[in-house]
């Protein structure tokens, strides 16, 4: 599903590899409300300065993304470089620089080829229509899978769509790089309220993710409405706010459980749940440090229920005083109390640990914080993909 | 070289494999001034709590080691259950329980087999002598190597022996647990001045190293002063106090070293020294985040200077502000001001990383603090290690 105003392309440009699409355009047909959360890395590449100052505006037309170099660490060339991109594709469209964002993901280090990526713009600007598929596979590094979602939801009786895309596998390759998402609407919404809806959408979904701890130079989660469906404003109503945000933070959910899925050599989808805390921020803050544990992952890995490992995780989050605990896997508890329950219950907990998707809840007793982190399991696989020269 | 008043042994026991030494035994024939370092994990084992108590006193004669069980998330029993053991090890050897420390380390959740140790006492009894290589093969778990380091400084003019044994390969592992380390000396010494030595030296060891980041249920690091070295007391001038502190520090140093190196599935021994940081506080926090980083790691392991995954841990440390920094691999920079140094120095630097042991260095321009940490690389031995089932 499109959203009315938006049109989408990509070429095969050749940055680092050859057929393969490789840079990306996004563009609606008028001035969009825009939104931006970007990376809290304070090492951050060129393409998240400049998006970081253009989204202040409150209104964009345009995103291009390249992948196959991050212009990250790349210094005031790289600055300028991004500049120039956007200069040259923003004549293309005829459109202003200012109104294009523009995100990069790829090796860290190397100089963006410029002339390479502005060979590629006329015909990026020929291959717009109304299809999300050719930009969502442009800009994959070593995702396996595209990954898009829609929702579609009324908003005073009259329909508003919510698509998004994103690519991901970890949180920062150097070959390849960085977590990117963007999501369009055609839902009528002021660029105040669309940073909220999407900094909250944010932070109950691509922050509550890990595939290995590491977090992104790159990293940008973009949003633009054209305000185009028709409907009366988001704002117009606390209904709409909130049917609005929960197609916004579905939408980012399917796609921040995608990238997981999709975790360098990741077999298992796992959630990790805790209750009971002092709050949900000590509640996420352990759930974090179960989910990015290298033990814990190598458990799920090899589809053992080795609480201990989880226990240890608890015991070093910084959050747990260090009473009773229980822990759960799937429906089967395991740990009850502070007790194991012995041998019959890691078995059926096993059963559950050899299917692809399921959850394990962590019990504490220490208030009403509660949280959820989606993880996967450390296999060989992610090993051999980080291990192996950048060549 | 073994202090002046102690005695070590171990037998085999059959508390979880068969064939092999598990229980250990230190004693001294007069009471010894006592000091210990112990985990910060909140889920501690019984003998963690029970050892913590008893170092207090400040004199102790023995401590008492098994390996193949950690005695952890045993509850109530497991408290009881290390009582017990140090009661009969106490009637055995004719000594008081409360002058016996005690460390276990294995799976977790588990009972301890108290009876089976109980059985092993008389031969542990027994086979006590001036040799240190039976406990510290006693003490292994997925240790491939026993860890002993000596040093023979003069106090006064006379000789005074520092002597530890250690276990560790990863912080904690299910099957096998945890970090355990032994020091002795016949240094005469007050238990306040030998804590002080040994929560010194540990910070500088035991706290600089990293396999995964997980730390165990069990860790313990404890220390025993005969007295008997004839030498004057180590307070007795600054000299004396430098001397003795530098061999306790030297020896924790080199038992930390031979974990790392000792780590699962570690091919490489890396120090990770961070300089010009705010204080040395935010260098072992940047250092930590770099030797903690699996994309760093797996890097080490491929032996590639893929300095993009050191630039990102940098910047995700919370104690860089983003400004410029270097980054040496031995001693070919590879980023010089923020600047890549292009790929001659990159192709310099692989040799170097194709090395088992070696260095990188960090520069930053915040301060004048410094940290080095030592870590290993990340390899598919790790994982399989780790993901195979506790049978």
Chains 1, 2 share one sequence.
């Not at 202040?56 to 991050?70: P, Q």
């Not at 998004?164 to 949180?171: E, L, N, P, Q």
């Not at 944010?202 to 305000?227: C, H, K, P, Q, Y």
Request: glycine share 10%; aromatic share 6%; with cysteine.
């Amino acid at each position: 599903m499109i959203p009315k105003g938006f049109e989408f392309s990509a070429v095969m440009a050749g940055i680092k590899y050859k057929d393969r699409l490789d840079v990306g355009l996004v563009l609606c047909e008028a001035p969009a409300a825009a939104a931006g959360v970007f990376t809290r890395n304070t090492v951050v590449a060129a393409p998240v300065v400049v998006s970081r100052e253009r989204v202040k505006s409150g209104f964009c037309r345009a995103i291009l993304v390249n992948a196959g170099n991050a212009n990250a660490c790349t210094g005031k060339q790289g600055y300028e470089d991004t500049l120039r991109t956007t200069a040259t594709m923003a004549k293309t469209l005829g459109i202003s620089p200012e109104e294009i964002l523009v995100c990069s993901t790829g090796v860290i280090g190397a100089p963006l080829p410029v002339e390479t990526m502005e060979r590629a713009m006329p015909g990026l600007a020929e291959a717009l229509a109304g299809d999300i598929a050719p930009f969502a596979k442009s800009i994959m590094t070593t995702d396996l899978v595209e990954k898009v979602s829609s929702r579609r939801v009324k908003i005073g009786g009259v329909d508003v769509v919510v698509t998004g895309a994103a690519k991901g596998s970890g949180m920062i390759k150097p070959d390849m790089a960085t977590m990117l998402g963007f999501v369009v609407t055609d839902a009528k919404v002021s660029p105040k309220t669309l940073q909220e809806v999407l900094s909250g959408a944010a932070e109950l979904s691509f922050n509550r993710i890990t595939v290995d701890g590491d977090t992104s130079t790159n990293d940008t989660l973009l949003m633009l409405a054209s305000g185009l469906s028709g409907a009366p404003a988001v704002e117009s109503s606390p209904e709409a706010m909130k049917t609005f945000s929960k197609a916004v933070e579905e939408v980012c959910r399917d796609l921040a459980r995608m990238i997981v899925r999709d975790g360098e050599g990741a077999t298992k989808l796992v959630d990790i749940t805790v209750t009971g805390a002092a709050d949900d921020r000590a509640a996420k803050a352990i759930a974090f440090t179960i989910a990015e544990s290298p033990l814990v992952k190598t458990a799920l890995h090899g589809e053992d229920p080795n609480w201990g490992r989880i226990a240890a995780a608890l015991g070093r989050s910084g959050h747990f005083k260090g009473g009773e605990f229980g822990i759960t896997v799937g429906d089967v508890p395991i740990v009850k109390a502070g007790a194991w329950l012995g041998t019959e219950a890691e078995k059926a907990a096993r059963e559950i640990m050899q299917g692809n998707e399921f959850g394990i809840t962590v019990e504490i007793f220490e208030g009403e914080g509660r949280a959820t982190v989606t993880t996967c399991d450390f296999s060989a696989g992610y090993i051999s993909i980080n291990a192996n020269y950048r060549s």
